[in-house]
């Protein structure tokens, strides 16, 4: 099982600040495939990005992603009040999916 | 517009049975793979189980190997999870999620998910 470790746990910063998340692989992620999600209180999961670095449908382009094998970024290039949320990571590389413990990005 | 929305949460003793259910609409349903995905409460993401848009593939987690079972009609647009020998650690909110592409093969990139819906495991 390839296990996702997301840093920092929390992240204190204010709108219009830069957010750089990461998430590192226990294994190399294979083609690249891994994915970012964001969550906000008592609402599902939000797909933002996949195969590292595609937009999902309407995800605004302040969101970016980067990375390979071991270690991948997610980039929020200009936080907006509504991007304040828990972000995770995914891989799908295996049948068997596995999600990153989650980053909070909070306002400082 | 793509809606899904799980039915069948609630309180059941440990050991106990609980069935869920996802009701899928605006989208061609047997043409996309769906995942089951839960949250303990206060916790992260945990993919539970995956299965291929004709139904005859499925995948498990190895904490619902045996115990879980995930099927689907594609008459009824409507996903399951049966779910025996429930723990205390499967307390969670359950989410059924849609997979990204149509060509029915599990792939694992989720674009849509329900509203999730409650199992509490507690005597």
């Known amino acids: 099982e390839i296990v996702l470790t997301q840093s920092p746990g929390t992240l204190s910063l204010s709108p219009g600040e830069r957010a750089t998340l990461s998430c590192r692989a226990s294994q190399s992620v294979s083609s690249r495939y891994l994915a970012w999600y964001q969550q906000k209180p008592g609402q599902a999961p939000r797909l933002l990005i996949y195969?590292?670095?595609s937009r999902a449908t309407g995800i605004p382009d302040r969101f970016s992603g980067s990375g390979s094998g071991t270690d991948f970024t997610l980039t929020i290039s200009r936080l907006e009040p509504e991007d304040f949320a828990v972000y995770y990571c995914q891989q799908y590389g295996t049948s068997t999916l596995t999600f990153g413990g989650g980053t909070k990005v909070e306002i400082k | 517009e793509v809606q899904l929305l799980e039915s069948g949460g609630g309180l059941v003793q440990p050991g106990g049975s609980l069935r869920l259910s996802c009701a899928a609409s605006g989208f061609t349903f047997s043409s996309y793979a769906m995942s089951w995905v839960r949250q303990a409460p206060g916790k992260g993401l945990e993919w539970v189980s995956a299965i291929g848009g004709s139904g005859t593939k499925t995948y498990y987690a190895d904490s619902v190997k045996g115990r879980f079972t995930i099927s689907r009609d594609n008459s009824k647009n409507t996903l399951y999870l049966q779910m025996n020998s429930l723990r205390v650690e499967d307390t969670a909110v359950y989410y059924c999620?849609?997979?990204?592409?149509?060509?029915?093969?599990?792939?694992?990139?989720?674009?849509?998910w329900g509203q999730g819906i409650l199992v509490t495991v507690s005597s």
């Open positions: 195969g590292a670095s």
């Open positions: 999620a849609k997979d990204i592409r149509d060509s029915g093969n599990y792939y694992g990139v989720l674009d849509y």
